[in-house]
């Protein structure tokens, strides 16, 4: 696995991953530690995709966590990738070439989490995400920009990130009127 090729919020993301890992005292990185990074890195993108899906943030946190308490602690030795997270980094890189992006983002990651067969896979369903709602969800906040840059997640969104939309305020009734 090339991880030279993930997006620099994607790297972060498996680095939470792995820090989430050992901090639990756990061997082996599963996808619900992948996912808790992805939240936790991701939030600006995690937070548009959920909120667009119905998503409950919380509950979902919450359920992310309990499992990851519900994994054995070992001490001493380096965390390895589980089979099912290797798996998730094989489907994140097919999802990636598919979609004809350069790089694996966030996005790919959330993906290939919910098309695989694995507890996090199942959270997420619990929690109302489908494949195919997920990939609407991504398709709207990425507006058919491709992945072409280690930074792409950091362009999504950017004007609702650091402007106000005067239209919206003003038929909301919220401009004052000078």
Known sequence: MNFNNFTIKAQEAVQKAIDL????????????????GVMLVGENVTHFLFQKLGVNVRNLEATVDKEIESYPRVSGGDPMLSRETNAVFQKS???????????VSLEHLLLAIISEKNTASQLMKNAGISQNTLQSAIN?????????SQSAEDTYQSLGKYAVNLNDRARNGKLDPV
Do not use: W, Y
């Open 93 to 103: 890189t097919d999802f990636a070439n598919k979609m004809g992006d350069q790089f």
């Open 21 to 36: 890992t050992q901090a639990s005292n756990q061997q082996m990185i599963e996808p619900a530690h992948l996912l808790k």
């Open 140 to 148: 709207e906040l990425r507006k058919g920009e491709k992945v072409t």
